[in-house]
């Protein structure tokens, strides 16, 4: 167990909704990445968050965006869900921004019908 | 060409043996490198990082990193049936904190 949690477990949504999935981090880690990973691939990085702050992020669209709260615990939103925002979820937690260990929750599957 | 790939498999290999994963990178200036073993419907888990070339051996694990070749690979000796799950290899650009991940390599291990 890496103390790293994440709700909900799964998710049905249809085109169009609107998702919140919420990350909590290690105790003592202060960087949160968000990270989506289709069926069969690699996790692919969305964006990662330092003291509240975005700190870096991929090739995706506006409609994702993040929130990192004070006790270092993430949200990410995703708006006007798409069929190939079917995925599962990831967020990973790390003590530094840069290039240190990230040890992952369990995910949250969205499956968008 | 990706940035980071592997083998996409399956690799089968019987219990006792040792299974050998491998991964290429395209970046050169990447420092950091990690092994995460993920098990079906699971996330990621973490079984080893290198930063420095040469071998690093972790219990039945050892990882190798080739810097000049841009090569990192994974042995796993004695390999038992419960590490059949996907190998996923991963690095850190340089100076860049996007974390590129190969597609995995799925591994199998036969009683």
């Known amino acids: 167990e890496t103390g790293v949690t994440q709700s909900p477990t799964h998710l049905i949504k249809t085109r169009g909704q609107q998702v919140t999935l919420r990350c909590s981090s290690q105790s003592g880690h202060n960087t949160v990445s968000w990270y989506q990973q289709a069926l069969g691939q690699g996790p692919q990085f969305i964006f990662q968050?330092?003291?509240?702050?975005?700190?870096g992020r991929g090739n995706f669209p506006p409609r994702f965006s993040g929130l990192q709260f004070p006790n270092y615990s993430s949200e990410l939103n995703v708006n006007a869900l798409e069929l190939d925002d079917s995925a599962l979820y990831l967020c990973?937690?790390?003590?530094?921004?840069?290039?240190?260990?990230?040890?992952f929750g369990p995910g949250t599957r969205l499956t968008v019908l | 060409q990706k940035e980071v790939e592997q083998n996409s498999g399956p690799l089968s290999v019987p219990e006792g043996a040792i299974a050998s994963l491998n991964c290429t990178y395209s970046d050169r200036g990447s420092q950091s490198f990690f092994w995460y073993r993920q098990y079906s419907g699971k996330s990621p888990e973490l079984i080893m990082f290198i930063y420095s070339n040469g071998d690093k051996e972790d219990g039945r694990f050892t990882a190798q990193l080739n810097k000049a070749s841009q090569y990192v690979s994974l042995l796993i000796r004695d390999s038992q049936p419960s590490d059949s799950a996907t190998y996923l290899c991963a690095a850190y650009p340089p100076n860049n904190n996007d974390m590129r991940f190969g597609a995995g390599t799925r591994l199998t291990v036969k009683p």
């Open positions: 990973a937690s790390s003590s530094d921004r840069l290039t240190d260990t990230q040890y």
């Open positions: 968050y330092y003291r509240e702050e975005e700190n």
